[in-house]
């Protein structure tokens, strides 16, 4: 994390998601209970021909 602060994962397991009517099954889901939101990487959901980007995002995007 940005500050350097340790958290501890409380589990790690395989989810299954529904999209578009279909469903997916996302592996190795890290379970942290510090964080306040939800996290995913779309890049790897990008990468693994789960979600298709137009284009990468970048951190101009973000702010």
């Not at 602060?5 to 592996?27: G, P, Y």
């Not at 890290?30 to 990468?56: A, F």
Request: aromatic share 6%.
């Amino acid at each position: 994390m940005i500050d350097e602060m340790i958290v501890l994962t409380a589990a790690i397991e395989n989810v299954k998601i529904s999209v578009k009517r279909m469903n997916i099954l996302l592996n190795s889901i890290y379970y942290i209970l510090k964080l306040k939101v939800n996290l995913i990487s779309m890049i790897k959901l990008n990468n693994n021909d789960i979600y298709k980007m137009k284009r990468l995002i970048t951190f101009r995007d973000l702010i």
